[in-house]
């Protein structure tokens, strides 16, 4: 809760702010030994992994939205690499296609009011990963560094080998690169029982460069390149879940993100803070030499493939007087995604039309803005507002709707925060956006609807945050953040059944609670993060069938400076989920889970720069299946982490 954030206008601590916001940084990625994105996330307030524990069958789900394989759920939920949006959406396959072995940071911005900034339709919120730099790794007085980690982990025979090199060749231009390889047998569950199709390997890559030049290091550019690729022969076809009957396919995935851009800060002006971004990402499926006997487009060879540009510009002016500070942040953004499934016309389906994944085009063009007032320290305003145009037409090998699309969205906010005296603060913030509909609505050849309308989301949260300081011990703080919310959707776009047409019905309502609180002091730390959410369609009664289960994270640490150790327990309990109302969808049973770890990372003589981490995961083995999971959990888990930077 002490983590930076820094969206836009003046950085501050996640308690300090009106929005509701979790980081994840570097220490916390080190001490998870992550696999997937959403081992580091999903114990967070407000925000589960869906879908499998699989790598390639892992989405997201923020405060009640969000399932795997559902295009409106990917849109509800805005993903960024380094500012480049990242999209992705097919048939038992997940969303986001990394390694967290790149990353340094992590931010998830939970609700609406995120679509300011990063888009209209974040009805769920944002998710933004941030790259390393060479500056992470370089000492004082360096010019290179190299660094080398090995991971190890039990289930099963799980091994990681990265290695990164930084260099500073001349002052003020610095880069970094960073080589990957991750492998893992099929997981096994608290049962024994091994989970078919969960075994993988993948390559994954960084380079990252940045220069600073001119008077006072005004100006800054910088370029980054990422890559994420594996290759399976005789995969599982689903990757959300384990379903057999779906036979095997022979995949190869490769994820490319690339940015560019443009910083210019003059020391001497205050209104200007000005950077410019171009973007570029690649999400590609290409699957063929499937084991089923077929009967749908699915099993025919296809390559998938999403790729979007983006082109951004944003200035924060400043403004500072007597008792007052003052950020304006105002930009533009424009958006061009393409979406492909080209299939081989040779097939059993004659024709390259894939109807049920059609392909098609899409332009956006926003304006935004917002403003943060300060207040003599005690008063944050923060109003904002955003107008996106979108244009979308179809490929031409769709044959069902031909319509061009346009619609625009508009999404204003207004936060504040107000703190009562340094320990107490009270907070609220309402936030209104709208999803419009994207390619696969309008253009399904089973489902699609030229008719949609956009969804409209109109949220309001509000809660208390407390910070203290020497409670027990001298240098040690309490800090804790209470926050309310209730989300009301109107015209949400669903469809009855998949091969019946999407429609925009009735209305919905998702509300719920989030508590947040950390104790930190030179030898005990401790966090906690609880989570309630309900919701239901308020013209039928009837339960949303994507609402997590109540759970409370626990962590209890210690730290014994003197020998550079660090450790603790983490227990994760969450109770049954029975609110549902698809014939669908499995209730889960509540549980109880153990983890530990501890982290030796030395100062000082021969191993001065190495990490020795172990922890294990599902102490007890306990067999568990999260509400929003379609596998049962991973089992005991040894884990171990051996690094030594030179």
Do not use: C
């Amino acid at each position: 809760m002490d983590r930076i954030v820094v969206s836009a206008g003046a950085e501050k601590v996640a308690i300090d702010t009106p929005q509701s916001v979790s980081v994840v940084d570097q220490e916390d990625l080190d001490t998870e030994q992550a696999t997937t994105i959403g081992d580091a996330v999903t114990d967070l307030p407000g925000v589960k992994a869906v879908g499998s524990d699989r790598v390639l069958g892992e989405s997201f789900n923020i405060r009640g939205f969000g399932a795997p394989e559902s295009p409106a759920d990917e849109n509800r939920l805005i993903i960024t690499v380094d500012g480049a949006q990242k999209f992705y959406e097919q048939y038992r396959m997940g969303s986001l296609f990394t390694d967290p072995e790149l990353y340094k940071r992590i931010e998830v911005l939970r609700g609406p009011a995120s679509s300011t900034l990063y888009g209209s339709g974040a009805l769920a919120g944002a998710i933004n990963l941030t790259t390393k730099d060479a500056s992470d790794f370089l000492r004082d007085g360096e010019d290179y560094t190299l660094r080398q980690k090995l991971g190890f982990n039990s289930n099963r025979h799980g091994f990681l080998t990265s290695t990164i090199g930084a260099a500073e060749p001349v002052e003020n231009f610095e880069v970094v690169g960073a080589l990957n390889y991750r492998r893992s047998g099929s997981f096994e569950d608290g049962h024994g029982d091994e989970i078919n199709g969960s075994a993988f390997r993948a390559e994954s890559g960084l380079m990252k460069g940045k220069y600073t030049f001119g008077d006072d290091l005004q100006h800054e550019v910088k370029a980054s390149y990422q890559l994420w690729h594996t290759d399976s022969s005789g995969q599982d076809y689903a990757q959300t879940g384990t379903s057999s009957g779906f036979g095997t396919i022979d995949r190869e995935v490769t994820d490319q993100t690339m940015v560019f851009g443009y910083g210019y800060t003059p020391v001497d002006n205050d209104l200007i803070d000005a950077d410019v971004t171009l973007s570029y990402t690649s999400s590609q499926n290409e699957q063929d030499n499937a084991s089923s006997p077929g009967g749908s487009q699915i099993y025919d060879p296809i390559t998938y493939d999403y790729e979007i540009w983006s082109l951004r510009a944003q200035n924060t002016a400043s403004f500072v007087g007597d008792g007052y500070e003052n950020f304006l942040t105002a930009g533009m953004e424009y958006v061009l995604q393409k979406r492909t499934a080209d299939k081989e016309s040779t097939t059993s389906f004659s024709g390259t039309n894939v109807s049920i994944h059609p392909g098609g085009e899409g332009d956006r063009i926003g304006v935004f803005a917002q403003n943060e007032f300060i207040w003599n320290d005690t008063l944050t305003l923060i109003p904002g507002i955003r107008v996106d145009w979108q244009e979308l037409e179809p490929n031409d090998d769709v044959t069902g709707n031909r319509q061009d699309f346009q619609a625009s969205a508009v999404s204003p906010k207004l936060a504040a925060m107000y703190k009562l005296n340094r320990n107490w603060g009270v907070f609220g913030s309402v936030a209104y956006t709208e999803r419009m509909p994207v390619i696969d609505e309008l253009y399904d050849g089973g489902s699609g609807n030229a008719q949609l309308g956009s969804e409209q989301s109109l949220n309001y949260e509000g809660g208390v945050s407390m910070t203290l300081d020497n409670v027990a011990l001298e240098r040690d703080a309490l800090s804790a953040k209470g926050t309310v919310f209730l989300n009301k959707v109107n015209d949400l776009i669903e469809r009855a059944a998949r091969t019946a047409p999407y429609r925009n019905v009735g209305e919905a309502e998702i509300k719920g609670v989030e508590l947040e609180a950390s104790y930190n002091s030179d030898y005990f730390y401790s966090r906690a993060a609880y989570t309630m959410i309900r919701g239901e369609d308020t013209e039928t009664d009837a339960h949303l069938d994507t609402i997590p289960a109540d759970e409370l994270v626990l962590t209890l640490g210690g730290r014994m400076p003197e020998y550079d150790l660090d450790f603790g327990w983490r227990g994760v309990f969450a109770r049954e989920q029975t609110k549902f109302s698809s014939t669908f969808t499995t209730p889960s049973d509540g549980y109880v889970v153990h983890d530990v770890y501890v982290n030796w990372t030395p100062d000082e003589g021969y191993l001065k720069d190495a990490e020795f981490r172990f922890g294990v995961d599902n102490v007890m083995d306990k067999a568990y299946r999260e509400f929003l999971a379609n596998d049962q959990a991973k089992g005991r888990t040894f884990k171990l982490t051996l690094a030594k930077q030179f």
